[in-house]
């Protein structure tokens, strides 16, 4: 069982830069794929990013490539999600997710076994 709890969301200008964070509790976290998903108002959950374990691969989002940066500490059981120039758009709640290691799929809600409660975050133009 893992439970994730995301953190660091807020209010932030166009241009301007967040870091997410998200603590994961349970055993073997380095064997576990985490990923961030994030919500929109009145919108699907879409896929932002993932870091894999199996070979410590990255993937993002279109939207999000060259801006969103992922990232892992195996020590501290967290991941990390760095955000610069946000933009409107971005606007969403973000959801922290992971699974098991075990498969090539990433990119779909239903990849994952475990959910963050979410965080928010507000881009103004």
């Known amino acids: 069982q893992v439970q994730l709890a995301e953190s660091g969301g807020g209010l932030v200008q166009a241009g301007g830069s967040l870091r997410l964070s998200c603590a994961a509790s349970g055993r073997f976290f380095s064997n576990y794929a985490m990923g961030w998903f994030r919500q929109a108002l009145g919108k699907e959950r879409e896929f932002v990013a993932v870091f894999t374990s199996r070979g410590a691969v990255t993937a993002y989002a279109d939207s999000v490539k060259g801006r969103f940066t992922i990232s892992r500490d195996n020590a501290k059981n967290t991941v990390y999600l760095q955000m610069n120039s946000l933009k409107p758009e971005d606007t969403a709640v973000y959801y922290c997710?992971?699974?098991?290691?075990?498969?090539?799929?990433?990119?779909?809600?239903?990849?994952?076994?475990?959910w963050g409660q979410g965080t928010q975050v507000t881009v103004s133009s």
């Open positions: 997710t992971a699974k098991l290691d075990n498969s090539g799929a990433y990119g779909a809600r239903y990849d994952y076994n475990y």
